[in-house]
């Protein structure tokens, strides 16, 4: 499966965004999606992952209560909203996939991941 994540964009702080991962050559049935994020100068961290076929998801502390991620069946899309956008919440978003699988832990590793999107650029102004 290849992926492509879309909806990056400028922000001031406070505000919202909507980014999403589309896939493309398949899709997500039987895998997770996870989304991580890297700033510049600093290690990929784990954000959020949805489950396909469950719909389980799981957050890192540091988004929760603020961001959302969904998936569209009819769109093959996985979404993550974004909801009171900090300045370091400043990144580039990538999503990545995976064979479902329910731990958490092994969700929240990018090194547990197969499938790599290209990112996109999220930008929060203060």
């Known amino acids: 499966v290849q992926l492509q994540a879309s909806g990056g964009g400028l922000v001031q702080a406070g505000g919202s965004l909507r980014i999403s991962c589309a896939a493309s050559?398949?899709?997500?049935?039987?895998?997770?999606v996870g989304w991580f994020r890297q700033a510049p100068g600093k290690e990929r961290e784990f954000v959020a992952s949805?489950?396909?076929?469950?719909?389980?998801?799981y957050y890192a502390d540091s988004v929760k209560s603020r961001f959302t991620v969904s998936r569209d069946n009819a769109k093959n899309m996985v979404s993550l909203q974004m909801n009171r956008l900090e300045p370091e919440d400043t990144a580039v978003y990538l999503c990545?996939?995976?064979?479902?699988?329910?731990?958490?832990?092994?969700?929240?590793?990018?090194?547990?991941?197969?499938?790599w999107g290209q990112g996109t650029l999220v930008t929060v102004s203060s």
């Open positions: 949805i489950d396909w076929s469950s719909g389980t998801t």
């Open positions: 050559e398949g899709t997500f049935s039987n895998y997770a």
């Open positions: 990545a996939a995976r064979e479902s699988i329910s731990f958490r832990w092994v969700l929240a590793s990018a090194r547990h991941y197969d499938y």
